[in-house]
């Protein structure tokens, strides 16, 4: 699955304006205690570049993921405080509650399957973290984020299958029944409703493009 450089580009658009939330919760925390603790649940260590580096001697980051992300994601930066833990964000018996400052996940809940592994996330979030911050593409943006096609995310899973293996998606590359199976559990979109429902105690907020709600955001912050 090739993406070009426009794709990226907009990625790293969004991913930084999105940021600005994060950081600003950063902040305020930092402002009642000497530092910050972050669980970053499912994510990668080069994401972090994106750290305002004002704030890198005063913020410790956890990376829990499984080891082959870990693996291939290296730590961009030294001056980073970064430790990372192989281990599964659906389920973390390593960590006590409220281990964590702030639990945050990136683009993640929306890749761990079924819909009871997407409570499971959300449970051990709310658990190891005082606050987090949780963003996932919305179900009702009208183009798929992950293949750049729209409207293909509103399909059945039994018609995303076919499509998969009769020609190219976007992105993705025409591929047999057995390979298909797996892409369709590995990205379920999700809506804000269903945001709501797993994150119950947290503020569910929309970043809007050109009218279109884009991404949700579940979080329980320091206000």
Same mark, same amino acid.
């Given at each position: 699955?090739k993406?070009?450089?426009?794709?990226?580009?907009?990625q790293?658009?969004?991913?930084?304006r999105?940021?600005q939330?994060?950081?600003?919760?950063l902040?305020?925390?930092l402002e009642t205690?000497?530092?910050v603790?972050?669980?970053?649940a499912?994510?990668?260590?080069?994401y972090w570049?994106?750290?305002?580096p004002?704030?890198r001697d005063?913020? @410790?980051?956890?990376?829990?993921?499984?080891r082959?992300?870990?693996?291939?994601?290296a730590?961009?930066?030294?001056?980073l405080r970064?430790?990372?833990?192989v281990?599964?964000?659906?389920?973390?018996p390593?960590?006590?509650?409220?281990?964590?400052?702030?639990?945050?996940? $990136?683009?993640v809940?929306?890749?761990v399957?079924s819909?009871? $592994?997407?409570?499971?996330?959300?449970?051990?979030t709310r658990?190891?973290?005082?606050?987090?911050?949780?963003?996932?593409? $919305?179900?009702?943006f009208p183009?798929?984020p992950?293949y750049?096609?729209?409207?293909?995310?509103?399909?059945?899973?039994?018609?995303?299958?076919w499509?998969?293996t009769?020609?190219?998606v976007?992105?993705?590359?025409?591929?047999?029944?057995?390979m298909?199976?797996? @892409?369709?559990?590995h990205?379920?979109?999700i809506?804000?409703?269903?945001?709501?429902?797993?994150f119950p105690?947290?503020?569910?907020?929309?970043e809007?493009v050109l009218?279109?709600?884009?991404?949700v955001?579940?979080?329980?912050s320091?206000d």
């Amino acid at each position: 699955m090739k993406r070009g450089r426009l794709f990226y580009r907009l990625q790293r658009h969004f991913r930084n304006r999105r940021f600005q939330v994060f950081d600003a919760l950063l902040r305020r925390i930092l402002e009642t205690q000497p530092e910050v603790s972050i669980l970053d649940a499912g994510g990668r260590p080069d994401y972090w570049a994106i750290l305002a580096p004002d704030l890198r001697d005063k913020v @410790r980051i956890t990376c829990l993921n499984f080891r082959t992300e870990l693996e291939t994601y290296a730590q961009p930066s030294p001056d980073l405080r970064i430790t990372c833990v192989v281990g599964d964000a659906c389920h973390m018996p390593e960590f006590p509650d409220n281990a964590f400052d702030v639990v945050h996940s $990136n683009s993640v809940i929306e890749h761990v399957g079924s819909y009871q $592994n997407m409570k499971r996330f959300a449970d051990e979030t709310r658990r190891v973290g005082r606050f987090y911050y949780v963003q996932t593409p $919305n179900y009702w943006f009208p183009i798929e984020p992950h293949y750049g096609v729209p409207f293909f995310h509103w399909l059945s899973d039994t018609r995303r299958i076919w499509f998969f293996t009769r020609m190219n998606v976007g992105y993705a590359r025409k591929c047999t029944f057995d390979m298909a199976l797996p @892409r369709v559990d590995h990205t379920r979109i999700i809506s804000p409703f269903l945001m709501q429902g797993f994150f119950p105690d947290g503020k569910i907020r929309k970043e809007r493009v050109l009218g279109f709600s884009k991404s949700v955001i579940a979080m329980r912050s320091a206000d």
